[in-house]
């Protein structure tokens, strides 16, 4: 069984995942990028596959209606995005420790995406979501 581990940027936030993690998924929203300074990249794991250590030192910030985006309430580290209606927790790819062995999967709100950069690889990419 696959086992990934990570945490925030100060260490007060751990985590380990169990099971095989998803794709990459880099989401170009304008929440995404006010929360990461550019775009989320992130992967997802079920939430019975997952062990958080410090889930006391995480702020839940209630982004929309549908969701909310957890992170670091010490060092602002953005960990986790978390739909209310779905059994799996989105988990940023860059709080992974390395080698993560995580593999690109494709572009999602390209239609939305900064205008200081471009999306230049050859992975799929939708102007909205995924349907």
């Known amino acids: 069984m696959e086992i990934h581990e990570g945490g925030c940027l100060c260490g007060a936030v751990r985590f380990k995942t169990r099971?095989?993690?998803?794709?990459?998924?880099?989401?170009?929203?304008s929440q995404c990028r006010k929360q990461t300074g550019l775009y989320y990249a992130a992967t997802n794991v079920p939430n019975n596959d997952i062990d958080v250590?410090?889930?006391?030192?995480?702020?839940?910030?209630r982004?929309?209606?549908?969701?909310?985006?957890g992170f670091c309430r010490f060092c602002g580290s953005a960990l986790f995005w978390k739909a209310d209606a779905l059994d799996y927790t989105s988990i940023l790819a860059g709080t992974f420790k390395t080698p993560t062995r995580l593999e690109p999967g494709y572009h999602i709100y390209c239609a939305?995406?900064?205008?200081?950069?471009?999306?230049?690889?050859?992975?799929?990419?939708f102007d909205q979501g995924r349907a």
Not at 19 to 29: S, V
Not at 63 to 69: D, F, G, I, W
Request: net charge negative.
């Open 112 to 125: 939305d995406k900064g205008d200081y950069y471009a999306i230049e690889d050859e992975l799929p990419k």
């Open 53 to 61: 250590e410090g889930a006391d030192n995480i702020t839940w910030y």
């Open 63 to 69: 982004s929309s209606a549908e969701a909310q985006r």
């Open 19 to 29: 099971g095989k993690l998803r794709e990459i998924i880099f989401c170009h929203c």
